[in-house]
């Protein structure tokens, strides 16, 4: 085995890492999952790996260190503090309605899809593994490896999150025809409370980081 597939592997495996752990994207992937199925739940997934594609984008084009600005992190920190208040309260809020669950191919993509970019896009934790781990794992690759091959190594990263999220969707899709209606409607209310929660951990981290 060369140097170049033990390489792919890491970085799949990195990607794996990263997707693994139940943050807001993930929460968002379930409710949708548990309310519209496989479809709008993988919609979340890819709008964040479009979100992932983004910043991968910007490491090569050498504007890590203008992203490390302090307003920068104060306005994603805000941005998403906003974002994740909203979706845990209309989550817990819209839980209580008299629920059905849905057809695959009623449920307008578009919504997921944004919701999965802008909570990724605003996410300082995905910013912080970016900037930071992903581009300490670059320097991994030998430096007589080509462009070509380091955009390659570096897809594998984000192969690991979508085969990881597509894991979560099929999960997801099966498991809410398992539960009943009720069951449902708690599982979006523990949700909802799980984006407060980091909503309110963003909030702790930017009264940190002004005091």
């Known amino acids: 085995m060369n140097e170049t597939m033990i390489l792919s592997i890491h970085f799949v495996m990195l990607g794996i890492s990263l997707a693994i752990p139940i943050g807001p994207i993930k929460l968002e992937m379930i409710k949708y999952g548990l309310f519209g199925g496989f ?6 997934g890819i709008g964040a790996v479009c979100a992932d594609l983004l910043f991968m984008f910007l490491i090569f ?6 992203l490390h600005h302090e307003w920068i992190t104060i306005s994603m920190l805000i941005i998403g503090m906003i974002m994740l208040s909203y979706l845990g309260i209309s989550t817990i809020r819209n839980s209580g309605s ?17 919701t999965g970019f802008v ?3 605003m996410n300082p934790y995905n910013f912080i593994f970016w900037f930071g781990i992903y581009g300490g794992s670059l320097q991994s690759i030998p430096s007589t490896t080509n ?17 990881w999220n597509l894991n979560v969707a099929f999960t997801v899709h099966f498991f809410r025809f398992l539960i009943n209606e009720i069951t449902i409607r708690w599982l979006a209310r523990f949700a909802g409370i799980g984006l ?5 951990f963003l909030a702790y981290k930017l009264f940190s980081f002004l005091s």
């Open 98 to 114: 008299t629920l059905s669950l849905l057809i695959d191919d009623k449920i307008n993509l578009k919504k997921p899809f944004w």
């Open 39 to 44: 479809w709008p739940s993988w919609f979340v």
């Open 147 to 163: 462009e070509i091959t380091r955009i390659a190594l570096s897809l594998c990263i984000i192969a690991g999150i979508v085969l």
């Open 196 to 200: 407060i929660g980091f909503s309110s």
């Open 61 to 66: 084009l050498g504007l890590t260190s203008f």
């Open 119 to 121: 909570i990724a896009l």
